[in-house]
């Protein structure tokens, strides 16, 4: 959070959620997840970039339509990172972050650099997960070699 939000870094604030969700109880669990979730990030972020080009040619009442279409893609997509969650998470990751890409691009529209920076610091904030995980494994093997202390 003190990187995310010392450097003020443009949508940094998605480091430290990504932190949050890539540590699990142990280092293997939390490797699993970080590259389920980096996979997931890259693949919604290219079919929100992919579907934010379609407003993009759009004027006038067919903008307004194809923007609430969007949004109709983007609550699918919801409902399909929550069903299938527990079977594949990186293709829950994937639709969440698409669906949560479009959503806020639809609201504040920006170019496609935005895009960039949020799966950027997504990414780093798993990497900043992971870095923590490895050195709790560290900390926890170490701690259980020391010898005891007499009685």
């Known amino acids: 959070m003190a990187l995310a939000f ?11 959620i990504a932190a949050m969700v890539a540590m699990k109880p142990s280092l293997e669990q939390s490797t699993l997840t970080a590259a389920q979730r980096v996979a997931g990030a890259l693949i919604g972020a290219v079919t929100a970039a992919l579907l934010l080009l379609i407003p993009a040619i759009e004027h006038g009442l067919r ?3 194809v923007e ?7 609550l699918v997509l919801f409902m399909h990172g929550v069903a299938i969650r527990f079977g594949n998470y990186a293709l829950y990751c994937a639709a969440i972050a ?39 494994d560290l900390l926890a093997k170490h701690t259980a070699k020391a010898p005891a202390p007499p009685a």
Do not use: K
């Open 6 to 16: 010392g450097l003020e870094l443009s949508h940094g604030y998605w480091m430290p």
């Open 63 to 65: 903008l307004f339509s």
């Open 68 to 74: 609430r279409a969007l949004e109709v893609v983007a």
């Open 98 to 136: 698409a669906g949560v890409l479009i959503l806020v691009d639809l609201s504040q529209p920006t170019d496609h650099t935005a895009e960039g920076y949020r799966v950027l610091w997504t990414l780093c904030g798993v990497g900043a997960g992971l870095l923590v995980m490895l050195l709790a």
